[in-house]
Each structure stands twice: as C-alpha cells, then as structure tokens.
Nanobody, 127 residues
Framework: QLHPAESGGGWVQPGGSLRLACEVAGDTSRTYAIGWFRQAPGWLREGVAC????????SFGDAVKGRFAISKDNAKNTVYLQMNSLKPEDSAIYYCAVDGSMDKNSARCGLNRNWTWGRGTQVTVSS
C-alpha cells in the first residue's frame, strides 16, 4: 500500500512561484505513476501533471503547460510540482495521487485510474 501526503501549499501573489511536495510512504519498493490534480470550489477535479512510473513520460494539462514541472527525489520518496508564473485561476486544492497498478507505465492524467489520493494542500494566488 502506498500513502501520498502533500505539503508546500500557501498564498502567493500572481506571477510568483510555489513548489509542492508529495512524500510517498508505505511499500516504496514498488514503482508507481504519480499524478498532480487540483480542484477549485464549484469545479470538477482536473489533472495538472502526471508522470509514468519510469519517469520517461509526463503529461501536463493545457492550462499549466510551460509553467509547471515535475521532479523526483527517489532517495526521499518525494515528488515535487514546481509551479511558476502563477495566476489567480491556479487557486485550488492540489492533490497528489499514486498508481502502482498495472497501469503505472502510463502518464495519462485521467481520473478513472487506480489512484490512491493524498488529502490535498491549498494554493491561493491573489494580490
């Protein structure tokens, strides 16, 4: 079983940057795909960035392409979401999710996967 936990959310002004972290606890000898999602009040949860278990394939949502990036620290079992040039519309609860199933080689950011979810961290972008 894998247990992701997010940290690093907070308030930032438009144009600023934040780095979210997702520490994965549990059976970390397993490989897994990683996904970052977000949900704003009144909106459906949407995929932000997802990476295959091998790390060779990453997909980004159209709204964040060119501004967000994923990186990993395997020694710490932690995945990061670097968010740059933040906009007010990026404000949401951000969730980390892991998929250690047979689908883990996919970077597909669909909600209909075997994701195990973290509890989320709030990101607020405002002046």
């Amino acid at each position: 079983q894998l247990h992701p936990a997010e940290s690093g959310g907070g308030w930032v002004q438009p144009g600023g940057s934040l780095r979210l972290a997702c520490e994965v606890a549990g059976d970390t000898s397993r490989t897994y795909a990683i996904g970052w999602f977000r949900q704003a009040p009144g909106w459906l949860r949407e995929g932000v960035a997802c990476q295959s278990s091998s790390g060779t394939t990453t997909s980004f949502g159209d709204a964040v392409k060119g501004r967000f990036a994923i990186s990993k620290d395997n020694a710490k079992n932690t995945v990061y979401l670097q968010m740059n040039s933040l906009k007010p519309e990026d404000s949401a609860i951000y969730y980390c999710a892991v998929d250690g199933s047979m689908d883990k080689n996919s970077a597909r950011c669909g909600l209909n996967r075997n994701w195990t979810w973290g509890r989320g961290t709030q990101v607020t972008v405002s002046s």
